[in-house]
């Protein structure tokens, strides 16, 4: 099964077990720093749930769209398994991307000490804001950065 991933993703994870062992994609060293470039679509889904896995002190993520299906549900249990090791885990969905995804889904989450909100309204002039959007960590072990056109 291919995993449902057609939205943009952005995830923060400082401090990382060593996920490179298993890391898809081509792999590069650049400026010091390990990159890789995953473009299959099930192999992106997997590199999600291997940096969430290996998370030790804290993950930060925002994505478009969040659904409440089977790949979704299996994000939020990696992200509830890494709130059980102690991990800080921040998520926020976008209101627009992820209007369909009932607040009830993140309970759990929000129940076991996730930090979870969304952005913005549906409706306003802050919906152009929604495409294009970057991202920058300088701080942090590693940055996902998924962008699907």
Same mark, same amino acid.
């Not at 060293?29 to 969430?52: C, K, M």
């Not at 996730?114 to 959007?133: A, C, E, K, V």
């Given at each position: ?32 720093? =390990?990159?890789?470039?995953?473009? &299959?679509? /099930?192999? *992106? $889904? ?6 969430? +896995? #290996? ?38 969905? =976008?209101?627009?991307?992820?209007? &369909?995804? /009932?607040? *009830? $889904? ?6 076991? +000490? #996730? ?35």
């Amino acid at each position: 099964m291919v995993a449902h991933i057609d939205y943009a993703s952005y995830f923060y994870i400082m401090d990382i077990r060593p996920p490179t062992d298993n890391m898809p994609g081509q792999h590069f060293h650049v400026g010091g720093h =390990d990159l890789y470039l995953v473009s &299959d679509p /099930q192999n *992106r $889904f997997d590199a999600v749930l291997l940096l969430i +896995g #290996g998370a030790r002190h804290s993950v930060q993520m925002f994505s478009y769209m969040f659904r409440d299906d089977d790949s979704g549900r299996q994000v939020m249990a990696a992200l509830l398994d890494a709130l059980e090791q102690g991990v800080v885990v921040e998520l926020m969905v =976008d209101s627009f991307g992820s209007a &369909d995804t /009932q607040d *009830r $889904f993140f309970d759990q989450f929000k129940a076991a +000490g #996730g930090r979870f909100n969304r952005f913005s309204s549906r409706w306003n002039m802050g919906y152009f804001i929604r495409n294009h959007q970057k991202s920058s960590s300088p701080t942090k072990k590693a940055l996902l950065s998924v962008a699907i056109t």
